[in-house]
């Protein structure tokens, strides 16, 4: 079975973030909200397993353009402990007028972690323009991040 399950969220708006989101994570915390095992650890964005094993990783994000704007959404390994990073899952979102438009959107894939003290991912936002945000709440997940081990290293 599922030995670890965790869940994180992006507690407040980001306004043109732009590279590693490194701010505003909290671990849900609903009444309903339990995680399975020890559950990854967050520092400055960098988020670190508890064991090795198969993972999947899952970012939902809601966001908000204005004018003509297009932003891409990245999930990003490390193997290296930061020294090089695999883009391994990547949407793109975007307005083509000048209104305000919301988007939601989903990234997601596998990482086969087989070393706990090197193996990092990171939540990765290249934009071309400073009139986006990524919506957050402390309430409920609006931005979120997902991760399941599903099982040992392959």
Do not use: H
Not at 99 to 121: L, M, P
Request: proline share 1%.
């Amino acid at each position: 079975g599922i030995t670890m399950a965790d869940q994180f969220r992006t507690t407040t708006t980001i306004s043109n973030p732009s590279g590693g989101i490194d701010i505003n994570f909290e671990r849900a915390d609903n009444a309903t909200f339990a995680k399975i095992g020890t559950g990854m650890t967050e520092s400055s964005g960098l988020f670190t397993f508890p064991v090795t094993g198969l993972y999947l990783i899952e970012w939902n994000y809601t966001m908000y353009t204005k004018s003509d704007a297009s932003v891409n959404f990245y999930i990003r390994v490390t193997a290296d402990n930061g020294a090089s990073y695999d883009s391994f899952a990547r949407t793109i979102m975007g307005n083509i007028d000048s209104s305000t438009e919301y988007n939601v959107g989903r990234s997601v894939g596998f990482v086969n972690v087989t070393d706990t003290s090197n193996f990092k991912v990171q939540f990765y936002i290249d934009s071309g323009s400073s009139n986006m945000a990524l919506i957050g709440n402390t309430a409920y997940n609006v931005t979120s991040y997902t991760f399941i081990r599903l099982g040992d290293s392959q």
